[in-house]
């Protein structure tokens, strides 16, 4: 399958008898709605909200990578969070599925893409779990401080998630170098 760019349409018909996900037909529906560009962009959007976050709260971000077919595989490197405060890292955790809600929001998404949306950070909520438990510190006031301190830093920092998000959409990757310049962080 081709990596979906920038300003790449496809139609629904070209995804028929593929199987993406578990549910085809829920899927499908996602897909009707929102494209499979639209997507990708949910895709980048959420590394995006994890980099910039990330690099405001004090995280090396070492890269950012689209695997696979590019609509729900990608990935953000970071060297630790030794040092940080244990809200600061968890908002860099929680901080992709903000901003894909977010960008979600903002083009009017059902809430089947929403729910979808949740589904698949299910990892980034395990990690954020993980981390509460092993700091001592409980994980729904940790959520929900996270939450709000993501929350914080995508609203200031939002051209810069869209910034960012674009170019991972055109190149695939992008370096710390990179990520950084168009962060502005």
């Known amino acids: 399958m081709a990596r979906l760019h920038a300003g790449l349409r496809l139609n629904t018909a070209a995804w028929e008898g593929v199987e993406l996900f578990p549910s085809n037909d829920r899927m499908r529906r996602i897909i ?6 639209g997507l990708g962009r949910a895709v980048t959007i ?18 950012m990578s689209l695997t696979g077919n590019g609509l729900n595989h990608a990935q953000t490197s970071y060297d630790g969070a030794r040092g940080l ?9 929680t901080a992709g599925i903000q901003a894909e809600l977010r960008w979600l929001d903002a083009i009017d998404a059902s809430r089947l893409a929403r729910d979808y ?15 509460a438990e092993a700091e001592g510190v409980h994980a729904d006031t940790a959520l929900r401080d996270a939450r709000d301190c993501a929350d914080r830093l995508l609203s200031r920092h939002w051209r810069a ?3 960012v ?7 695939n990757s992008l370096g710390e170098p990179e990520v950084r310049r168009l962060a502005g962080i």
Request: overall charge negative; glycine content about 8%.
């Open 85 to 93: 405060l244990v809200v600061e890292h968890l908002a860099m955790i």
């Open 46 to 63: 959420h590394e995006a909200g994890h980099a910039v976050v990330g690099l405001a709260t004090g995280h090396r971000i070492t890269g």
């Open 117 to 131: 949306a949740q589904r698949q950070a299910a990892t980034d909520m395990d990690d954020l779990r993980r981390t």
């Open 165 to 171: 998000a674009y170019e991972l959409d055109l190149r």
């Open 32 to 37: 009707d709605e929102l494209g499979p560009a």
């Open 161 to 163: 998630v869209e910034a």
